[in-house]
């Protein structure tokens, strides 16, 4: 007979934790030309599988953190708490659904397919139904994780076709040489993993999970065309704003625009004071975040030009300038753009105004693949 001293214990969490108000303020970074810039993360476990909190807290962090976006991700094959909670793949979505509504949050009905061996983790978003996930490469999935020891190729692609079936994206989760692959096994994008982007089951892959950025997943995101998620991957509770965080263009808050945003790879990622993405896009993002005043000033006799940089978005930009004339008191042309703040350029012996003058901008913090930053232009009109 269960107990259900795990949902009860949950229950009581929930009423104990701090009840946050509806959906925080926060703008990450500024719209941009024809897009919603939305803030999610789509990795998230409770109780239902191997988290240790409640659907209604995940949502409720969201909100705390100004998310617009997530999904809660359970183990399609695993229950953490098998003999306290009945098996119920669709009821951590329901329970978390009626919370997400009254925030203006969107949650998105995903699940994670888990086994230990190629083709590893991964995320199924816009899924229609949990139920329809199969697991046979599992033995048991009930407080143990245990694998059968001939597992069919079938049988680990049956849950993907199943996603295919629903017409869901799939993701790749944090690939890692560490617990997962064995030694005789030193490929991560297995032979497995390409028969899944061939045939169209495999759209994106984890940069980023919990607060560790994953050069490997880079460089799959950029060799296979793939789009960038950043993710929490929260199993306890989170601390206010420690979560990194996937960045969607979309053409509107809506199931179908995130869908549309993500199959068609216009994501970035944030974790601490990063962003992370293509070139095109997070370079759309950093020059939406940047309002640029100019002023005509004499200082003994020397004409400058004042460039006021106000940063609207929540990240602290680390940029470099270069100009054709003297960047006063910056050496290297070095300075942080802080958010929600003024920062004031200064050029020299500007003896004569131009009508414009552009700002060559390497910002360190803005990595386009795991080599490179962002180099970009501002073109600032002289008043």
């Given amino acids: 007979m269960k107990t259900k001293l795990i949902t009860l214990a949950c229950l009581v969490l929930c009423a104990v934790a701090p009840i946050y108000g509806q959906k925080a303020d926060v703008r990450w970074f500024p719209e941009v030309p024809g897009y919603k810039v939305l803030a999610g993360d789509f990795h998230m476990h409770t109780v239902f599988s191997d988290g240790h909190v409640w659907p209604t807290l995940r949502v409720q962090e969201a909100a705390r953190d100004g998310l617009d976006v997530i999904a809660i991700t359970e183990h399609t094959d695993y229950e953490g708490y098998a003999d306290d909670i009945e098996r119920n793949r669709e009821r951590g979505y329901e329970i978390a659904l009626e919370e997400a509504e009254e925030r203006g949050i969107l949650i998105i009905k995903g699940v994670e397919i888990s086994p230990r061996v190629a083709p590893y983790h991964n995320n199924v978003l816009f899924a229609t139904d949990l139920d329809a996930f199969p697991y046979g490469y599992m033995k048991d999935s009930e407080g143990t994780f245990g694998m059968k020891d001939n597992i069919k190729e079938s049988e680990l692609l049956a849950p993907f076709e199943a996603a295919e079936k629903q017409g869901a994206f799939v993701f790749y989760n944090h690939p890692s040489y560490g617990w997962w692959v064995p030694s005789d096994d030193r490929e991560l994008f297995t032979d497995i993993h390409q028969d899944l982007l061939d045939k169209g089951l495999l759209g994106g892959v984890e ?177």
């Fill in 207 to 383: 940069v980023v999970n919990g607060g560790r950025y994953n050069v490997i997943a880079h460089r799959m995101a950029m060799k296979y065309n793939l789009t960038m998620f950043g993710n929490s991957d929260a199993h306890w509770g989170l601390p206010e704003n420690s979560r990194p965080i996937t960045i969607v263009l979309a053409k509107d808050k809506t199931q179908e625009g995130v869908k549309e945003a993500i199959f068609n790879r216009r994501t970035a990622v944030y974790s601490k004071n990063m962003l992370i993405g293509r070139n095109d896009d997070v370079e759309t993002l950093f020059k939406a975040s940047l309002d640029v005043t100019t002023k005509k000033i004499n200082a003994k006799n020397r004409p400058q030009l004042q460039i006021d940089i106000y940063n609207k978005s929540a990240m602290d930009f680390e940029v470099n300038f270069k100009t054709d004339f003297i960047l006063d008191a910056l050496p290297l042309g070095k300075t942080i753009l802080k958010s929600k703040e003024t920062t004031t350029v200064l050029l020299d012996a500007v003896w004569e105004y131009p009508a414009s003058t552009t700002l060559s901008v390497e910002v360190q913090n803005i990595v386009v693949s795991p080599d490179e930053h962002l180099v970009t232009e501002l073109v600032v009109p002289v008043k």
